[in-house]
């Protein structure tokens, strides 16, 4: 199976006979995403299969995430289990630079998106490593790990810390609202 990129403005003309799967957390999803979009986290992906591949009898799939990382990663995992779908060049962010309206549900609980959250994270452990450098030089150690995995993450355009984040309770999707959507997809 193959994995094709769709620009915005492709996508954007395409959207009425598109199944549209954002693959963000939560949280992410609903700082805004694409009108009709569902969610189903990267992390959550193995268990949506068999309802993807029963929405694809019916349509084509775009997945979508923030920058198209891991939608890319998405529609990778997917092809390897027969599952053809798309993913939108440049995510969402591209999305909306082009001018298209991203939906923002208004009872909607928000997150920062996952890139701001690692940065956060990255640059706490630093500066905590380096600021109880201070009292014992091991403590040192903790802002070489996390330049050790930015560099391995670079390397690899893998995210450990990114997968561990995704764990945190406002990265997670109910599990009533994962039910939800795989039953929309089923119907």
């Not at 915005?8 to 979009?37: C, F, N």
């Not at 998405?74 to 027969?82: I, K, P, R």
Request: net charge positive; aromatic share 2%.
């Amino acid at each position: 199976m193959t994995t094709t990129a769709l620009a915005p403005d492709q996508a954007r003309a395409q959207l009425a006979e598109l199944t549209v799967i954002d693959v963000r957390t939560p949280g992410e999803y609903a700082s805004g995403h694409l009108p009709g979009a569902h969610n189903i986290p990267l992390h959550h992906l193995a268990a949506a299969l068999p309802t993807l591949k029963t929405a694809t009898e019916r349509g084509a799939l775009l997945v979508v995430c923030a920058s198209g990382a891991r939608s890319a990663q998405a529609c990778a995992t997917l092809a390897e289990h027969g599952v053809t779908a798309a993913t939108l060049t440049g995510g969402t962010t591209a999305w909306s630079q082009h001018g298209h309206d991203l939906h923002r549900p208004t009872s909607a609980r928000t997150a920062w998106a996952m890139e701001r959250q690692v940065r956060l994270a990255a640059g706490s452990l630093v500066l905590a490593g380096l600021g109880l450098g201070q009292i014992h030089l091991a403590f040192l150690l903790i802002s070489a790990g996390v330049a050790c995995g930015l560099v391995f993450s670079a390397l690899t355009d893998t995210c450990g810390m990114a997968r561990i984040l995704a764990k945190l309770p406002h990265n997670r999707p109910r599990a009533t609202d994962l039910d939800a959507t795989l039953a929309a997809l089923a119907s």
